[in-house]
């Protein structure tokens, strides 16, 4: 993960330069040569792929696309293994951001690949309310739970206290 946080700028700057040195040829031949024009469009769209692509994991919000409901962030997200991993007792806590929160309070459930729930609780907002567009929020685990891969739901609270439902998030928790 950390070589593409430092190969994509270094990338991106090495096809800026020579973006600009095609640019240069261009302007001396006036535009009449299609081999460097050909060579100028070719390395834009390379910028514009590479720029578009790493711009990456939270979701991205456009006019047409708006920042999805609910949304939870976990810091301790592994990609590549697509799970939130954690290792007890050491990291206890699952920490994160809430995007566009709708309810007013979220439980969670961890169950095992049975559907047997192993643990019940709250997410807590790190100011105590969800009241603004992006909330940290904490999530507290129980540190007697052994390895494995679990399944984490999280369900948002209506207003009569009632779950929602349906879960607002579903993640694979790997304990270590």
């Known amino acids: 993960m950390e070589a593409k946080k430092i190969l994509s700028p270094l990338v991106l700057a090495l096809l800026f330069g020579l973006f600009t040195l095609v640019g240069f040829m261009v302007w001396l031949t006036r535009g009449k040569r299609s081999f460097w024009l050909a060579r100028k469009m070719k390395l834009g769209a390379a910028i514009l ?42 990291d206890s806590v699952l920490t994160g951001t809430l995007r566009q929160p709708t309810y007013d309070a979220f439980s969670f459930t961890i169950t095992d690949a049975d559907s047997t729930v192993l643990q019940q609780g709250n997410v807590l907002p790190a100011d105590g309310q969800y009241d603004t567009d992006t909330e940290p929020f904490t999530l507290a685990l129980n540190s007697r739970l052994d390895t494995g891969m679990y399944i984490l739901r999280v369900q948002g609270i209506e207003e009569t206290g009632q779950d929602a439902g349906y879960p607002v998030a579903e993640q694979r928790l790997l304990i270590q």
């Open 49 to 90: 792929t590479l720029a578009g692509i790493s711009t990456g994991c939270p979701p991205v919000v456009t006019c047409y696309d708006p920042m999805p409901m609910n949304w939870f962030d976990f810091d301790q997200l592994d990609y590549e293994q697509n799970a939130i991993v954690a290792d007890l007792p050491a």
